[in-house]
């Protein structure tokens, strides 16, 4: 066995308590009531063995398990069940700056910094100019001042700095290199790149699939915790686009007694397409997308209008809109929304809609009708960062010259 | 080592890093302060002034142990102080970097021993004052000082090992947290902290009580190495003491070393 890392069926278990969301619950019924424990499994079953030099993309939606998986991979915790087996030293960047102090200096901050993720005083002695270098001038203007300071493109620069220097068998990196301005965009992607090209091994979770493209060999594709595909990247990230492609956000029902919903309204069909331009295997920032829905309604002569919520993956409603009112009879209702292209940032999507009669009450909440996820679509630019916000509008935003004074 | 689980974490790197913690709690703990670390002096100065004005003014205590009552007091405090602060941000400790832990791997025990840092320099300062005071009252240094090393180290075993058994707890439930002020409170007076264990050195249940107690004997065992002369328990009652304060401790790591690798998941 020449595996570097070999990781044989883990399984990671969270145990949710949930509290009954109960208007009485005193002390006593606390006490006395067995609380409802909800099991987890962050992570089910993962296996999976790498070679020395072999780059690991790790992709998945958000709660697929990913960070839980990392997260063991570092021994910051321990899987329930299974045995994760790594030979050589490990460095985990989970996060850029961990460990700085507010009060204390750049300089200070380094060693600090530098002895948590691993590295030993001679180490960093050696590489201090270095690490200074790569973070920047402005940074060796302020070296003695306490990095509470500091702005935070320069809080950033000079924790990536650090972690850059460290010098591991196996580095585990957490989406860090959406960091800083383009400048140090471009550098931190060059020292990964640097990093890639040796034998070092190096497992990288992104949602960028472009980057896991350029930079790993393989790629493991978790779902709800399971491994969905592990094997050469191209072959994986193959998969991935075209059942995300044919997962066609598309729902129907034919019976009306099996279909979602209550006795006044039930859910027929339910569709999302997305406008794909060229080779495009999915909806990007660029893309509209189209909602068709179909319900029955069970009862004559009713004002009826729909009122749909998109929602962002964190929950935050993005936005709400109603459609006109009329009044409906028995039968099928069917109603259609566009949202326009450079609308919605990339990002993973919620959409819940609900018929709503009088303009006043709910007759049913169609909670996650659609589950999308929106790619993230650049030109023009060098900034690879996340690209922040919910919504990505193109307004008229121009710039000129107006004088050539100072 | 595997008890410490620093395998695949070398032990000299343990050490650095235990010593780069020590010195950030320190470096940091003055910082925008102008009298620095002459606070470390005040506390325990103040503290002493509070005692002795309640002792000449409010009751009528006798000072029976044939000493300075600044003397008892002040030695008393010095003690008390090095054992509640240790055991108050060794109990911290884990909640207090939690940040730090959910990020990061390196050997748990590390932040455990370097929240005593602080705590030992400021008892360090304070105890330049006790020897101003002594040549003050012309009270002789026990020519058993060189004993004093052991106490201090025994007391932070203690403080380090109720720590442990709160910082270990706590993660999870809450509760623990609130134990912590009972024990520095209380334990400062139901130990012979501002009197000496004369006052009560006769009663039935003192045996007993040197063994649930341990800072007992240990504070009594502290002025006996700083204090000339000064013998109030017996040598087993102080090895009584000493040695339930390593079993303390023990104990403390071994369930410390058990919950460790699920801190994060309560976190």
Known sequence: MNSIVSVSSISKKYKLSSKKKEVTQTFFNKIFKKKVIDEYWAVNDVSFSLNKGDKLGIIGNNGAGKSTLLKILSKITKPTTGKVDIKGKVASLLEVGTGFHPELSGRENIYLNGAILGMTKSQINQQFDEIVEFAGDQIIKFLDTPVKRYSSGMYVRLGFAIAAHLDPDILIVDEVLAVGDADFQKKSLGKMKEVASNDKTILFVSHNLTAVANLCNKTLHLERGYVNQFGETGEVLNNYLSALQNNLFEQSFDHINFAPGNDLVRLKYAKLTPTLFGKQLIADVRSSLKIDLEFWNLVDNQNLNISLHVFASTGECIFNVGSSSDLLNKGVIQASLAIPGYFLNDGNYLVSFMVVKDKSIVLYNFEEVFNFEIADYREDTNWYGKWPGYVRPQFDFSIQQVSLKL | ?267
């Open chain 2, 1 to 267: 080592m595997t008890f410490f689980n620093i395998s695949s974490f070398q032990f000299s790197k343990s050490i650095e890093l235990f010593l780069i913690f020590s010195k950030r709690d320190l470096s940091v703990r003055f910082k925008q302060t102008s009298l620095g670390m002459i606070w470390a002096i005040i506390r325990p100065i103040s503290t002493m002034f509070v005692f002795l004005f309640a002792y000449k003014n409010v009751t009528n205590i006798s000072n029976i142990s044939g000493y300075p009552i600044q003397i008892v007091i002040y030695s008393g405090i010095l003690f008390w102080n090095l054992f509640a602060t240790s055991f108050q941000s060794v109990s911290n400790s884990i909640l207090i970097s939690s940040n730090l832990i959910s990020k990061v791997y390196f050997p748990r025990m590390i932040i455990l021993f370097s929240a005593i840092a602080v705590s030992l320099i400021d008892f360090l300062f304070g105890l330049l004052v006790y020897f101003v005071l002594a040549i003050y009252f012309k009270i002789n240094i026990s020519a058993y000082i060189f004993l004093l090393p052991i106490v201090i180290l025994v007391t932070l075993f203690i403080s380090i090992g109720l720590g442990a058994l709160i910082a270990s707890f706590s993660v999870r439930k809450r509760d623990l947290l609130q134990v912590i002020p009972i024990i520095v409170q209380y334990g400062f007076f139901v130990t012979p902290i501002v009197y000496t264990s004369l006052e009560f050195y006769l009663k039935p249940w003192f045996k007993i009580y040197t063994f649930i107690n341990p800072l007992v004997g240990l504070v009594e065992f502290f002025r006996f190495t700083l204090i000339s002369g000064y013998q109030v328990l017996s040598l087993t009652e102080i090895l009584i003491s000493v040695f339930s304060s390593f079993s303390i401790f023990i104990f403390g790591l071994s369930v410390f070393h058990f919950k460790k690798d699920t801190f994060v998941d309560h976190l």
